[in-house]
């Protein structure tokens, strides 16, 4: 599969003014979302803990995370940020993508909304 890419916004609120905004590579590896932490500061939003995380070489790594509002396709959400490394590309994890409806088409490596939500 290639990679496919989102404008993604983040803000520490609804109605926050500031932001983050960038392409993120959907990581459907990943659960949370990741973006570097001097952009994450820089839009407001503040670490209000630490997770360690398992990444795809194996190893694990403790980062801080932050909780903020996640827009992307015209669909808003909210959820856990981890604060990564200065020169990390952003990742939309596979928590934000689900709990808008929008799962990833391997086929045709693009994002499609569900008709609806699963609540089973």
């Given at each position: 599969m290639g990679l496919t890419?989102?404008?993604?916004?983040?803000?520490?609120?609804?109605?926050a003014k500031k932001k983050y905004q960038a392409d993120f590579?959907?990581?459907?590896?990943?659960?949370?979302?990741?973006?570097?932490?001097?952009?994450?500061?820089?839009?407001?939003?503040?670490?209000v803990g630490k997770m360690m995380y398992e990444l795809a070489d194996g190893s694990k790594v403790q980062y801080p995370f932050g909780l903020a509002v996640i827009e992307f396709m015209g669909e808003i959400t909210a959820g856990r940020i981890v604060f990564g490394p200065d020169d990390c590309?952003?990742?939309l994890?596979?928590?934000?993508?689900?709990?808008?409806?929008?799962?990833?088409?391997?086929?045709k490596q693009t994002l499609k909304r569900l008709p609806a939500i699963p609540m089973k």
């Open positions: 890419h989102v404008t993604v916004t983040l803000r520490s609120g609804v109605q590579l959907v990581d459907t590896g990943a659960t949370d979302c990741m973006a570097p932490a001097p952009a994450l500061r820089r839009a407001g939003i503040s670490p590309a952003p990742l994890g596979v928590t934000a993508l689900e709990s808008v409806g929008i799962m990833v088409d391997p086929a």
